[in-house]
């Protein structure tokens, strides 16, 4: 183990400071390319577009929303939001206030946020918050009625 103070070493004007990990750093070799590879493929890294997705696969979702595909990463993320996925509760919510994969509805957003604070989601009530300002009293009760109709959107 190396111990010390770092030491300092000038090099072409500059000062460079060598701690203990870069200078054990130096020695690393660079992984293979194929081993690379392998390590994707066994950590899950999906190469598959999201349409060819099972419905109701999270990760799946946010690569469709992250692809701009919203179509595909609202029917990847629905299911979840109905089975009491948090997150994926959250970002319907999301979806449904900008209108991406389904029409701009504030009540519609209100309600899955409502559901995703209610299963934990801090952001949800964040969003609860600031989406309030636009909405009146009448459409905030309706989310809420509309939250309550959900099947099985509660965590139990």
Known sequence: MIQGKPKRRVKEGFTLVKTP???LAGNLQR???GLLFLCALFLGF??????????????????????????AAYQLLE????QGHSSAQYN?????????GAPKD???AYKWFFLADKNGRKEGNQAMRA???SLTDKQI????????KECCALKR
Do not use: C, H
Request: aromatic content about 12%.
């Open 46 to 71: 999906n190469v598959l577009p999201a349409a060819a997705q099972k419905p109701g696969d999270f990760a799946a979702g946010i690569y469709a929303y992250q692809q701009k595909d919203f179509a």
């Open 106 to 108: 504030y009540v519609e």
């Open 31 to 33: 992984p293979r390319p």
């Open 131 to 133: 989406l309030a300002k």
């Open 92 to 100: 319907l919510g999301r979806m449904y206030v900008r209108g991406e």
């Open 79 to 82: 299911p979840l939001a109905k």
């Open 21 to 23: 990990f870069s200078a």
């Open 141 to 148: 009760g309706e989310a809420i009625l509309r939250a309550g």
